[in-house]
Structures are given as structure tokens and as C-alpha cells.
């Protein structure tokens, strides 16, 4: 067998491998679009879901940086919607 049909082989299982896993993943993703929209059915509030998602990937330390920043940001902002003679007194 010559090199191009060695590397030819090696190329498609890597290709077919790849397509296997990506099926995996679609099958996978709408599963959990169904585990979503399970839940909005029985009332629960999916945003609120997703964000509980999210924050149980991420370790305490992670999760109370982006807490600090969080409030740190709107204490920003909320000192800058006062009328300015709030903001001189």
C-alpha cells in the first residue's frame, strides 16, 4: 500500500470519528432542549434554570468574583442615573 493510502485511511477514520461524535452531540443538545422545555411546562422558569447551570460549573471562588464584580458594576451605574444635585449634595 503506497503512503497516500495509508494517510487516505487514516484521514477518513479521523473524519468518520468526528462525524460520530458530532451526531452524539446533536442527539445530546436536544435532549436537553427537551429536559428544557419539559420544565417550562411544568412552570419553572428556564432562564433561571440555565443560570443555575451555569453557576454550578463554575467553583465558589469563581462564583464570588463574578458576585462582587456583579454588584460592583450596578453600584456603578446606579450612581451615575442620580440627578446631579444628588450627586453634589
Do not use: W
Not at 12 to 30: H, K, P, T, W
Not at 36 to 44: I, M, P, T, V
Request: aromatic residues 4%; glycine residues 6%.
Amino acid at each position: 500500500m503506497s503512503d497516500a493510502g495509508i494517510a487516505g485511511e487514516r484521514i477518513r477514520s479521523f473524519v468518520e470519528r468526528i462525524e460520530q461524535i458530532e451526531g452524539e452531540i446533536a442527539d445530546l443538545n436536544e435532549g436537553k432542549k427537551e429536559i428544557f422545555a419539559e420544565a417550562k411546562g411544568e412552570g419553572f422558569d428556564v432562564k433561571v434554570i440555565r443560570e443555575i447551570v451555569k453557576l454550578r460549573k463554575q467553583d465558589q471562588d469563581e462564583r464570588d468574583e463574578h458576585e462582587t464584580l456583579l454588584d460592583l458594576y450596578m453600584r456603578a451605574m446606579d450612581r451615575t442615573d442620580q440627578p446631579e444635585e444628588a450627586k453634589a449634595a
